[in-house]
């Protein structure tokens, strides 16, 4: 009879439990608010961060290692960083012809034109370029190179001072110029 008793007493709190939403029928534990998604605490661990991208943005994976599904509470996995002591291209401008360039935003305080023209040799004289350098706005250059043309890269121009700026080229006897428009950060 005592044993009956203890079985009918499991049994009733038991079925009270799952009443009032503390059990499922499952025996797993479930969340106190009465709905009967399982409680799970995320546990994150994330692998150190990847070498910072040329793109600036440095990555990293993240397992949460109770397989909870949810990410709640997952961590960061990207964040933007700087590329130490690389130069990046800004712009790059090619033409045959004489041409003021579009404007251009400088994002650094150290920048640089690499710059080269060619005479392919089928004209009477001697190509040349003439470059010249503005801030935006301005009529005064900042800057100005010319060189003959040879299929080689001429002398780099460097400035000291992030900006926008554009870039005058005239040619004579040139079949075309290039130029890089690059910036250390």
Do not use: F, K
């Given at each position: 009879m005592e044993e009956r008793l203890l079985i009918s007493s499991i049994i009733a709190i038991f079925i009270f439990a799952v009443i009032m939403g503390s059990f499922s029928m499952?025996?797993?534990?479930?969340n106190p608010?009465?709905?009967d998604q399982p409680t799970c605490t995320e546990n994150w661990q994330c692998s150190d961060w990847s070498e910072c991208s040329m793109g600036g943005e440095q990555t990293r994976e993240c397992t949460d290692?109770?397989?909870c599904g949810t990410a709640n509470n997952r961590p960061v996995q990207s964040r933007f960083c700087e590329v130490p002591g690389a130069w990046h291209l800004v712009e790059r401008f090619a033409d045959a012809n004489n041409e003021e360039t579009d404007v251009f935003y400088v994002p650094s305080d150290e920048w640089r034109i690499d710059w080269n023209c060619f005479d392919a040799e089928n004209h009477e004289e001697e190509g040349t370029?003439?470059?010249s350098v503005y801030r935006q706005g301005s009529t005064k250059p900042i800057a100005t190179a010319s060189g003959m043309c040879v299929f080689a890269e001429q002398e780099d121009l460097v400035f000291d001072e992030r900006g926008w700026y554009f870039i005058n080229v005239q040619t004579a006897f040139t079949d075309w110029w290039t130029m890089d428009v690059e910036a250390y950060y």
């Open positions: 499952t025996g797993q534990v479930v608010g009465g709905d290692v109770n397989e370029a003439y470059i």
